[in-house]
């Protein structure tokens, strides 16, 4: 007698990937990845396009020892697969107006603030996310890296650039690591200081994370946040988006 042994399927094995779940799985997910997680917009076949396209690039910026026509190629790819989603809304938000404020003094006298909402911090800080997740996990996990109570950081304007630490988890941070001032231009305010362009860099400059509740950010945190800069004596803020 033969004995035929069924061959039952080996649960250790992941299921097969098509492109389409591989391309949702850089948004917020297993493989996040904040620089392609676009590509979820895109359908099956552009998906395909993209990669191939994309292959090439990067088979070219090896031959030409160049990455620039790679990086054109992949903000093409967001700006195209981004824009369709971008709605116009039928009704305007219900924001109350901003009162139109002056700047009081020429800005060569003015004292000037930096505000960001890209979660700046230094080093011997709070980070905005447990410890215990790294960058890659808080990205995933991305409700564990939202603050229900907008918290703030003070960074002193003699703060080093290596002391200074950014953990956003919606924008791509990659760059601001390399050089900070492309979210929090610290040095380059320094330098406008010393040129003459304004006044003074405040001695007290901040930061917070943008992911947060928008109304308590509004109705409680911001006026406090104006006040607190009025209390610094700043004439002018800067404001920086994460």
């Known amino acids: 007698m033969v004995d035929h042994q069924i061959n039952a399927p080996d649960s250790s094995q992941p299921e097969p990937l098509s492109l389409k779940d591989f391309a949702a799985s850089l948004y917020h997910a297993g493989r996040a990845d904040n620089s392609f997680k676009f590509l979820k ?4 076949e552009d998906l395909a396009n993209f990669v191939q396209g994309l292959l090439q690039q990067v088979g070219d910026a090896i031959d030409d020892g160049s990455t620039d026509a790679l990086a054109r190629f992949v903000e093409q790819g967001q700006v195209a697969a981004y824009v369709p989603t971008q709605i116009p809304a039928p009704f305007r938000p219900d924001f109350p107006d901003a009162p139109f404020a002056p700047l009081r003094k020429p800005l060569r ?3 000037v603030a930096l505000f960001s909402s890209g979660a700046i911090y230094r080093d011997d800080q709070e980070p905005y996310y447990p410890a215990d997740l790294t960058y890659e996990q808080a990205v995933r996990e991305v409700r564990k890296a939202t603050e229900r109570f907008p918290s703030l950081r003070v960074i002193p304007a003699e703060t080093p650039e290596e002391r200074l630490r950014v953990g956003h988890v919606a924008y791509d941070i ?3 690591r390399k050089d900070i ?4 231009p610290l040095t ?3 330098e406008l200081a010393q040129e003459g362009v304004i006044g003074a860099l405040a001695q007290r400059n901040y930061s917070y994370h943008g992911l947060t509740n928008i109304p308590r950010l509004m109705q409680e945190s911001a006026p406090q946040w104006a006040q607190m800069l009025r209390d610094d004596g700043v004439d002018a803020v800067f404001l920086t988006p994460g």
Do not use: L, W
């Open 188 to 190: 380059r305010f320094h």
């Open 181 to 184: 001032n492309v979210i929090f």
């Open 109 to 111: 006298e003015a004292t």
């Open 41 to 44: 917009n895109f359908s099956e």
């Open 174 to 176: 990659r760059a601001a």
